[in-house]
């Protein structure tokens, strides 16, 4: 019987071609999509499931209320993790982990750049990170114990065993020997926490200032609750725990905010479960866009199922006589809706097996426009491929099985009369037609209003000149200061090159994908003062072109510039509430010590303008590492002067990579989430107009089709085709007019929420709605005319001749 449930279904498939096609052409673009955007949220989901421990663990972060505005911080002093273990019994274990930055390790001839994470010696009790050479629970027990991840152990020592092997960190007098005690497997691609090298805490630089600081926050905490401890109990101690240990912080924000009473309104420390650590770092995605992209996914696969809904019901009024046959020759119901259903089921199955190759040769290109962590092994994983196989199921059940079972309880007796229509045929095939196109429209309008705050972003002035600057980083092989010094002798005739100078940090994020922001707060004269604080060189001024408003730049001929002047903004200034600031000093300043303002200069955005916007100081040194080499130049070709550049690189370091970019293309990395946004819902709100259309090019098909006579009729009673084509048309156009209605205030709504969490944002123009609505209004009514004029200019008489 199965055997001739597939022999009937196959025929029908090839004797309707066109529509066949459009099916599974349809289902394999819905669910190739659908997979993408699932296994994207699937990975993003996944952040940290490995840990064991997960309802246990988590990770602390602070809350301030000040005058400035509320900010948030995971970054916690080293001697938090010690306190939280003696002061809260419920906390089993706390430990610190300092991220770290890339630092040259070294063994024998062998220099590399890894990432070091600085930790405490419970680090792989905590997390279950697979130790696969030596033991996790003592492989920090030295203070200059060091554990390697897998591939940074065979870098370093081939196939032989690391194992008490020493190894050196840092750079020429500023070296540190270390002993390997531990391999470990390379984190997973889902991991929060993501090292090269793990080393104690204790073996940090400025450990001994750090200890005892509660002022200084550069590390993150995490912490391990016993197991019938309830997070919200721990919570509640965090308040007395705040009391105890910020008393200077919290008489600071006090003194800042005398309106506010409790201490836990102007400073807190909260708890965030290690499974939403992934979703609140400064550059994670919100969970809200990994929900999103779920919805997205899941929108698109409603139109390809709606679509399969209306072309099936459509396509029951012919197949009314077969059905009746079938009935009189004694089918029963059960037996129609299984070779109905059987039908829907191998057009799925094809369009599904077509959509999960699709995907799997997309993933490669998907990862590469959106920077996204997914293998194509991930496809293939039992629990994936369940959800995606459950989701087929049902897909195949609802949309295939209730069209058949719709036409299996067709009366005989109406069949065979060929009346098998209701009061209101088109009632479910319209609502599906809307809800199409309100999905659609409702995209077209997030991605174009999405694209609009973009664009509002690049237009921010951003203060400094970013064309034709090139922006090098250092690396951590080399020392900077003597780099740059070098590349100003080379250089310094050169008439291609305007100035040359120095950073700590990098402007935007350049090939090495490395961004770091130092927020430093003060107290001068009553007033809090909160700003970026950025390390530069001589000629950073005139490198990026911003002029002095008052007072003087930073000049060699001065020896204390290098020990504590600074060039502060405009709103650096006003937030001091100093008139005359030159020569003020500050962090200090009532003994006349601390930092000297030399120079102020217009604000400008150090970071991207979507982030809030905080009071700039420039400060030199003679110690402080110099990351990152600044050229300006001038030239008809930046390229030719680029190779010039790369070959002085070459000449003037170590083999050093040169990893070299122009500023411009840095800059574009502020952008970065907003550019994936606009892209992802750009292109699934395509996809959705595209397969509303394609459903919109089979459903006006079948109504033609079956007015075909009534249309000759109308002909011969003198009906234009001006007329006929109007007639046909106006009906969709009403259906399309409705789906605006429903889709522009969703959008509006959903839209204001998303632009409110910018500094700099738009407000939106209702003539973004009237241009989305004239876009889908002309694209549904093409798509129509296609088939209405062919049928309006057909000769009558062959219309009334139609069966």
């Not at 096609?21 to 994207?40: D, V």
């Not at 691609?189 to 993501?194: A, D, E, G």
């Not at 009369?417 to 995209?443: C, D, E, W």
């Not at 609009?452 to 922006?471: A, H, M, T, Y």
Request: one cysteine or more; charged letters at 20%; hydrophobic letters at 45%.
């Amino acid at each position: 019987m199965f055997k001739n449930y597939f022999k009937i279904a196959w025929r029908n498939i090839r004797r309707n071609k066109l529509h066949s096609a459009i099916h599974i052409f349809g289902l394999a673009i819905a669910f190739s999509i659908c997979i993408l955007l699932f296994l994207t949220a699937y990975f993003h989901l996944s952040f940290d499931s490995f840990h064991k421990d997960k309802p246990q663990l988590f990770r602390t972060f602070r809350h301030i209320n000040s005058a400035q505005g509320p900010e948030m911080s995971s970054q916690m002093p080293l001697p938090a993790a010690a306190a939280l273990r003696t002061d809260i019994p419920e906390v089993e274990t706390a430990i610190v982990v300092n991220m770290g930055m890339p630092e040259n390790l070294s063994y024998e001839e062998k220099n590399l750049e890894r990432v070091v994470v600085r930790t405490d010696p419970d680090f792989f009790e905590v997390f279950n990170f697979p130790v696969l050479i030596g033991n996790g629970s003592t492989a920090l027990s030295g203070l200059q114990d060091i554990a390697l991840s897998e591939t940074t152990a065979k870098a370093i020592f081939g196939n032989s065993d690391p194992i008490g092997k020493e190894l050196k960190i840092g750079r020429g007098e500023d070296v540190e020997y270390y002993t390997v005690t531990a391999v470990v497997k390379d984190c997973p691609k889902n991991s929060s926490i993501r090292f090269d090298a793990v080393a104690r805490t204790e073996s940090l630089p400025n450990y001994a200032q750090l200890q005892n600081d509660w002022g200084s926050n550069g590390s993150s905490v995490f912490i391990k609750i016993s197991k019938n401890s309830e997070p919200q109990k721990v919570a509640m101690k965090l308040e007395p725990f705040v009391e105890k240990y910020y008393p200077d912080q919290l008489a600071q924000l006090r003194a800042d905010r005398p309106d506010v009473k409790e201490s836990s309104e102007l400073l807190s420390l909260d708890l965030t479960n290690i499974n939403d650590v992934h979703f609140s770092g400064e550059r994670s995605a919100p969970k809200v866009l990994v929900y999103a992209l779920m919805s997205l996914g899941a929108f698109i696969l409603l139109i390809a199922c709606f679509n399969f809904i209306n072309l099936n019901m459509a396509n029951s009024f012919k197949r009314s006589r077969e059905l009746g046959v079938r009935k009189t020759l004694g089918a029963y119901k059960g037996q129609l809706f299984m070779q109905l259903w059987g039908e829907a089921f191998l057009l799925y199955f094809f369009g599904f097996m077509l959509g999960l190759g699709l995907a799997s040769q997309l993933i490669p290109a998907f990862n590469a426009q959106f920077g996204g962590g997914m293998e194509i092994s991930a496809l293939f994983q039992p629990s994936f491929l369940a959800i995606i196989f459950g989701v087929f199921l049902l897909v195949t059940l609802i949309a295939g099985g209730y069209p058949a079972l719709k036409m299996a309880n067709f009366s005989l007796v109406g069949v065979l009369k060929g009346k098998v229509s209701t009061k209101r045929p088109g009632a479910l095939r319209n609502s599906l037609l809307v809800s199409q196109f309100a999905i659609s429209s409702l995209l077209i309008c997030i991605s174009w209003i999405a694209g609009q705050q973009l664009d509002f972003l690049r237009e921010v002035p951003i203060g400094f000149e970013k064309e034709q600057v090139i922006s090098i980083p250092v690396g951590y092989q080399q020392d900077g200061r003597k780099i740059l010094a070098r590349m100003r002798n080379q250089l310094v005739n050169d008439p291609n090159i305007v100035s040359i100078t120095g950073t700590g940090g990098n402007l935007g994020r350049g090939l090495d994908r490395v961004t770091v922001r130092s927020v430093v707060g003060f107290d001068y004269k009553q007033n809090q003062v909160s700003a970026d604080w950025l390390l530069a060189d001589y000629d950073f001024l005139r490198t990026l072109q911003i002029p002095i408003l008052k007072g003087r730049d930073f000049d060699p001929a001065y020896a204390t510039d290098t020990i504590n002047a600074f060039v502060v903004t405009e709103s650096f200034v006003k937030a001091m509430g100093e008139p005359d600031p030159i020569g003020k000093y500050f962090g200090g300043e009532e003994a006349g010590l601390g930092n000297r303002i030399i120079g102020v200069i217009p604000d400008f955005n150090a970071y991207s303008p979507s982030e809030k916007a905080y009071p700039i100081a420039i400060h030199l040194s003679a110690s402080e590492r110099i990351n990152y080499i600044f050229l300006k130049v001038k030239s008809d070709n930046p390229q030719m002067v680029m190779e010039h550049i790369a070959a002085v690189w070459e000449k003037l370091t170590d083999n050093a990579l040169f990893k070299a970019s122009f500023l411009d293309e840095n800059l574009q990395a502020w952008y970065e989430g907003e550019i994936i946004m606009t892209t992802v819902f750009g292109i699934a709100s395509a996809i959705a107009i595209f397969l509303s259309c394609l459903g919109l090019f089979a459903i006006s098909l079948m109504v033609i089709e079956l007015r075909t006579k009534e249309i000759g009729i109308r002909k011969v009673m003198g009906a234009s085709v001006n007329s006929i084509v109007g007639m046909i048309s106006i009906h969709f156009l009403k259906l399309v007019l409705l789906s605006l209605l429903i889709a522009v205030p969703l959008a509006w709504y959903a839209m204001e929420i998303w632009i409110e969490n910018y500094e700099n944002r738009i407000s939106i123009d209702p003539l973004t709605f009237l241009g989305v609505g004239t876009v889908v209004i002309v694209v549904a009514l093409f798509t129509v005319s296609f088939h209405t004029i062919k049928a309006a200019i057909v000769n009558p008489v062959d219309s009334l001749r139609t069966e």
